[in-house]
């Protein structure tokens, strides 16, 4: 088993059921401007230990840490919805 990451849950108040995952130190005003605009006002849903092997409705706990790595968060979109995060784009 991996270590854990300590993270907060954000969810924007313009983007119904998508919700951003940061690390707890991580300052909301460090974030990229264009995802503040996407989602709004941001309210803390939760803050827990991920790791890789931990399971949500809509990723793995191997998805939010590659995007923590990557990108410094994870963005889950709605079911339907596209992120910046897909090989499309």
Known sequence: MSAG?????????RKLDT???IPSETETG??????LLLLGELREVIT???????KFARCTG????E???NAGYYLQMP???RSRHDDEY
């Open 19 to 21: 919700y951003l995952f």
């Open 30 to 35: 460090n974030l990229p401007a264009e995802l």
């Open 62 to 65: 191997a998805d939010v840490l």
């Open 79 to 81: 079911p339907g919805d």
């Open 67 to 69: 995007g923590l790595a």
């Open 48 to 54: 827990l230990d991920i790791t890789s092997e931990k």
């Open 5 to 13: 990451v300590n993270i907060r849950v954000l969810a924007g108040k």
